[in-house]
């Protein structure tokens, strides 16, 4: 048996929670077009016949513009550390800059093994696939590199088995019916705000977060409820996401409230408030509450 911990690093929207999602084979991390979607690391569980492989999605790898992205990417590298095998998750479909040689500037020292996953080939000129391939082989040196798609499933057969192979002998790390590390409130809070993603443009989705004020289980008649405040950065970012005659917040619950019904299984009542909270990107004891790890907490930078 093989057991051990996968760490899926890579640029802002290089398709990891995509791929999170179609490896562990149900829906943990949200997806949205907008770079920086994913602000804590998730952990997914997946049971093969050969073992068990945890694997650890991450904010993607860039140059922090405020506190909050300061500890998203904190967030990435300390799960470097943690991990038997660090899958670089490489857009293929971009061409590569300074930001793919800063990320391969931070695993080129890494002690486990690497595999280098080049990430939607279903939208990839497909003879340049081999010369991307042998670039990143030459600038790192990789144990496996492996072209798929997260979003078709194109190859993730063969991603499996790589990862497996590369992985420590041992007994699984959790039970078997074991999926997340995430509590329930966590993904009330994304799935509603992966609903913001979806339905604003521009800075809003990056100054916005989502508090679950109040989490009541299903009641006899099996309603969940949930009451949660999307804070904003502005006082002019307000009326933009609750819309004219509060239309734009009603969808957002609306879809929203569908998501976690899929998720829950359940009927939900979902409350939505927004509310200013300016400079909630810089606080400290706010990004504490939304679970974001502190590596120099309580210090600047």
């Not at 979607?37 to 991450?58: C, E, K, S, W």
């Not at 790390?173 to 799935?191: C, G, K, S, W």
């Amino acid at each position: 048996m093989k057991a051990g911990f996968v760490a899926l690093v890579g640029r802002p929207n290089a398709g990891k929670s995509t791929l999170l999602n179609r490896l562990v084979g149900q829906k943990i991390a949200i997806v949205s077009d907008k770079p920086q979607t994913t602000r804590n690391r998730i952990a997914g569980v997946r049971q093969y016949p050969g073992g068990q492989i945890v694997f650890l999605d991450t904010p993607g790898v860039h140059k922090p513009l405020h506190r909050l992205n300061v500890r998203m990417v904190d967030a990435a590298l300390d799960t470097l550390r943690e991990a038997d095998v660090i899958a670089v998750v490489v857009d293929g479909s971009e061409p590569g800059g300074g930001g793919d040689r800063f990320l391969m500037d931070v695993i080129r020292n890494a002690k486990v093994p690497r595999v280098l996953v080049l990430n939607k080939i279903d939208i990839t000129d497909k003879p340049s696939l081999l010369p991307r391939l042998a670039a990143y082989q030459k600038e790192v040196g990789f144990a496996d590199l492996v072209p798929i798609s997260a979003l078709t499933g194109e190859s993730i057969d063969r991603l499996e088995s790589v990862l497996l192979s590369h992985l420590p002998e041992g007994d699984p790390i959790y039970p078997e019916d074991y999926l997340t590390d995430q509590p329930e409130r966590f993904f009330v809070a994304e799935l509603i705000r992966e609903q913001v993603l979806q339905q604003t443009r521009d800075e809003l989705p990056f100054s916005t977060a989502v508090v679950v004020d109040k989490f009541e289980e299903a009641d006899a008649k099996g309603l969940m409820r949930f009451f949660c405040t999307i804070l904003v950065d502005r006082e002019s970012q307000k009326p933009i996401l609750v819309g004219r005659a509060g239309a734009r917040i009603k969808e957002i619950g609306t879809a929203a409230r569908k998501e976690l019904e899929r998720f829950f299984d359940a009927r939900v009542f979902l409350d939505l408030h927004v509310k200013v909270r300016e400079g909630w990107r810089e606080d400290e004891r706010m990004l504490d509450s939304l679970g974001l790890p502190a590596r120099w907490k309580g210090k600047s930078g």
